[in-house]
Each structure stands twice: as C-alpha cells, then as structure tokens.
C-alpha cells in the first residue's frame, strides 16, 4: 500500500480509507481473500502445501496453514478432503 501511495502521490491512509469506502473491506482482508483464492486454485491442481506457502510469500508452511485455518475454518488438507467429497456428491447428482 505504501509503494502505490507514494506513486500516485497519495498517503497511506488516504489510500486505505479510499480502498476501505470503494470496497466495503480493509486492504488486508481483500489481499488475504486473494491469498486464500490463489493457494485453493494452486491445491486443487495439486500443488503441495508448502509450495502454494511459498509460491504466496509465506516464511513457513505453518504459518500459511495458521492463516489458511484462520479464515476458512479448516487446514488446506481438510478443506481440500471436503471439496473433492463435494465434487463427488455433486457428480452423483449428475449422473
């Protein structure tokens, strides 16, 4: 947030009040969603945990695990286990 303030010529928190009222989120929760988006598209295509850690800049596995449980309720295992039984149940549905 800082480098695009200081290149449009703008404060940090003139930025971040802006993104805030244009967005209706803080610009931390808009990155984490991104973050959270990014690492489930990279583990269902099978990626290993802690290459998505490292591909989104985290320092550890561990600590992309903590954040990744934080916001969705689940480590990325559990939360990929429950969208393959989704998957399943819904090409059951299909069928």
Known sequence: MADWANEVGA???TLTRLFRSETGISFIQWREQV????????????????????ELGYASQGAF???FKRVTGK?????LNDLSRSQIKLSCMEE
Request: net charge positive; proline share 3%.
């Open 11 to 13: 404060t940090t928190r």
């Open 35 to 54: 973050r959270i988006v990014s690492a489930i598209l990279g583990l269902s295509t099978g990626e290993r945990v802690s290459q998505v850690a490292e």
């Open 65 to 67: 695990t903590v954040m």
């Open 75 to 79: 480590s990325p295992r559990e939360y």
